[in-house]
């Protein structure tokens, strides 16, 4: 086994203890420099409790949304390939191209008033911007291509055989989906659900155009921490990105036991 | 959503009539396919497509000259040029960063390598925002350290490296991972030194990949906000980046100059990529 | 240039996967490390390659010990059972990798390397990428890419194994025509037998890490140190449980032998394999010559008589103990005799 220098291992650690352990160390420090009581009292206020509810609500909406329609589009893609599931395989990740400031600002200018179908949407007594509906579609769209990039590759190493295999044993194509095609993409699909819950209740920039960052309404939690900076209100803005923080390692938890079992599945087809 | 992929129909029985309940079956089963197919572009069009198109008509639909004044103000010059330079040298950093992690990851053993592996994810699953005050409050006025690169470029650098460090480390780990030493091993018993080895067999074989994450580096870095808008003090013509500029047209009703602005921003990001992907793809077609 | 192994021994955490090998290559030899897979073999080379440190013993090369020399230095022609082409280099800039690194003129590179495809027979290759080869063609250019530095010795591990057979057979040929052409002291890790018969004037057998024999071919497949070079080099059948080759068996007239029943007849071509079974129901095999079944016209059920053919080489078992001796082998020296017995280190069961 070759071995890399001992210098280079230090550098990297340097790099990453300052890009990212001092900051991790930093956020939970700031939290809790009051104590623990402060920081619950914290946890208390009433503008972060509604912000926290309305985040929890638009991934409640938003992740499932997603993750049917990238498991959807993924099976279309690979499994049906056609002309158009082409042109939808390089569509499919563009919003990753995309500032999510501009994925605001393309929102606002079709359901804003004034926008494509503002009209439309004022007859029929709909609000999507600065309202719910608006901040769910900017959450989608932020996160759109993020289940798909992990089933795609999969299904297309996986091949149909498994598939072909099931139904030259009589299984009916639903039986197939649930028992074969469901089960071989199950942590592929969890990588790509964590990083859409990630995304979702991290999003700051198309959120903070289409929601209008109106408190106690419109402002989740991402919005919170940041209006919460801009008057001065540091501690309690610590209190809420402490909160994101620990919901981001959670995550990173679940994203690690999902690439174990991806690689694990790997060896075994190896 | 879809149902899984049943053997395709013969054409001549899926247009005679339905008469046997097998036939009955498999045609709603189209059916149902067909519909689950349209609400997925449906989905698509909503939500991206139609916004994007949008996007185009607000920026072009005072002509051709509009878009281009908008564009060419000197603080949508400054903010574009800031970005973009900011982005190459926290990508450029990244790039080499990257690699060593990738490689202390992969060729290294030590204690403590799984957290190393696991918290290089963390800029993907922590909220900009929270990266963006974490950085403002530790590198700004109130700084533990007493550094204050608020306003500055070297502040906007910082966030983005932070933001865009697991792209490359994602992409080249993978392929130095399924590398065997059989061709560095081959180039050392030809008389190699290590580093031959590496410059001459190892990184050309990383190349496509480092260029792959690269890109994606670049393109996110290019549209990145909520890390950058606190640090960087969004001082116009000074530390004002493209996104907070157009958020900034957005917010003061200039909606066809935010439009233009985020036209060329959009140009921008996916000319890099495709540049980024097309190279990549050149390098690695050798390596088939 | 000769090789000598002394006690090279070798663990993988806390595996042994060489235990004490000691051997001495002869110069300008075509030694065949033969064994299953998990005997070490491949490691073994890559030991005296330089490209795996070693726990115990050392190494020397012409009387040079490098057992500490890395594999740069060592001056060894290695090609791997990949082939580990330089994907992103032309088969010439792969020839010419050594001759870079060694620093030679241009001009002079651009001949030798010429030279190198004229003799791998890749000269219309030159500019092409590994991608664009065959199999047969790839392993030839990582030939020619070896032979580049002029090594003292080359080492192939499983040479033509990912070969499909036509091609394999080949350049087996053609590998052994080069050898001896070249007169380069060649080691080449096989798992098959045939191939190693047929390529190698040298065998060194190794099983779970130890040597099991050492010897000429033909000294090996005659003279089988045990049961298991016994087994690996040719197939085995039984007769009132004493172990012969297929081809010792003949069928003869009733009372002469030993009474079985024909199960089956399987056509191989020129050869033909009967498979009987005895009284006990014990099934053993017998290989004939087509001429052979055709003349006996053999039916599955007939009863036969089974016996060891006449001059049939005598095989392994406790009345020839002459066998351990290794005389006649044409490498063995015969100061070190206790060296080259193969159970001479422990081993003796």
Known sequence: MRRSPVALRIAVLCYIGVLIGVPLIFVFQQAFIHGFGAFFRALRDQQMDHAILLTALVALVAVPLNVLFGVGASLWIVRHPSRFTRVLDTIIDVPLAISPIIVGLVLELVYAQGGWFGSLLAKLGWQIMFSFPGIVMASIFVSLPLVSRQVIPLLRELGDHQEQTASTLGASPLRIFFTITLRSITWATAYGVSLTLARVIGEYGAVLIVSGNIALVTQTLTLDIGANFENFNNYQGFVGAVLLAMASIVLLLIL??????????????A | MLAAPPKETPIAQAKSPPSTGRQLRRVNRRRRRGAAKGLAVTYLSLLVLIPLAALVTNAFN???????RAVTQTESIDALRLTLVCAFIASAINAVAGLATAWVLVRDRFVGQGILNAIIDLPFALPTVVAGVIFYTLYGPLSPFHVDITGTWIGITVAIMFVTLPFTVRSVQPVLESLTFNAESAASTLGASPARVFRTITLPALMPALLTGTGLAFARAIGEYGSVVFISNNLPYRSEVASSYIYSLAVSDQTNSAASVAVALLVIALALLIIFNVTAQRLARNRA | MSISLNGVTKYFGRDLVLDDVTDEVPQGSLTALLGPSGSGKSTLLRIIAGLEPLNEGHIELNGRDVTNVPARDRHIGFCFQDYAPFRQLSVADNVAYGLKVQ??????????????????????????????????QRQRMALARALAIKPDVLLLD???AALDAQVRGELRGWVRSLQRELGITTILVTHDQAEAMEIADRLVILNEGRIEQVGTPDTMYDKPANDFVQGFLGPITTLNGVAYRPHDIELCAPDEGVAATVTDVIRLGFEVRVVVSDCNGTSSWVQLTHDEAQRLNLIVGEHVSLRVRMGAKKNRGPEIPEVFRIDGDEFTSSSDQEERTPFAKGSQR
């Open chain 1, 256 to 269: 690690g036991v999902a690439r174990h079992r991806e690689r694990k599945r790997n060896e075994y087809l």
């Open chain 2, 62 to 68: 005072h002509g051709l000259g509009s878009f281009w």
């Open chain 3, 103 to 136: 620093r030679m003129p241009k001009a002079q590179i651009r001949q030798e390397v010429d030279d190198l495809l004229h003799l791998v027979r890749l000269e219309a290759f030159a500019d092409r990428y590994p991608r664009q080869l065959s199999g047969g």
């Open chain 3, 158 to 160: 499983e040479p033509f």
